[in-house]
């Protein structure tokens, strides 16, 4: 290209223009490379990471599953100790309703199907829902 330039009659105004062309190119990549630069600089700053959602698990009263059942529940599927579940379990007897734990959405429906198993194994009508927290 410059070797040619020589070669034309107009040489000083073809070298103008091939300078100014390449200039241009140089500052659109220029350009570019400051835009990915701030573009990557955003993206470093926003967070990676979300909280989850976070759901309750609700015991249900009824008036046929023993108390005894609901305690052993509490124990084995929330690991309550004695205590606590006893106070849960009374806590749903007296109010209808009561929250056991809260968890993720995926634990909270497992915990959930774990107890309906649980009572439908043994024949209580022991009902469980979640709710989001
Ligand atoms: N109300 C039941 C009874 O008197 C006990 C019970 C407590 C049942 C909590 C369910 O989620 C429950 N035997």
């Known amino acids: ?21 390449n200039m241009a190119n140089e500052d659109q990549n220029n350009n570019n490379n400051k835009d990915d630069f701030q573009r990557g600089l955003l993206l470093d700053t926003k967070p990676k990471t979300k909280k989850p959602s976070m759901y309750n698990v609700l015991l249900l009263n009824d008036d046929y ?15 309550k100790k004695q205590e606590e579940a ?23 429906e497992s915990k959930c199907k774990s107890v309906m198993d ?10 469980c829902t979640m709710e989001k927290s």
């Open 118 to 127: 649980m009572a439908k194994k043994n024949e209580h009508p022991l009902q």
């Open 86 to 108: 006893t106070q849960i379990m009374l806590h749903v007897h007296k109010n209808g309703i009561g929250v056991c734990g809260t968890f993720t959405y995926e634990v909270a």
């Open 1 to 21: 290209m410059i070797f040619d330039a020589f070669k034309h009659k107009n040489t000083l105004k073809y070298f103008k223009t091939y300078y100014l062309i």
């Open 65 to 79: 599953t023993p108390m005894e059942f609901v305690v052993m529940v509490l124990e084995k599927i929330f690991n």
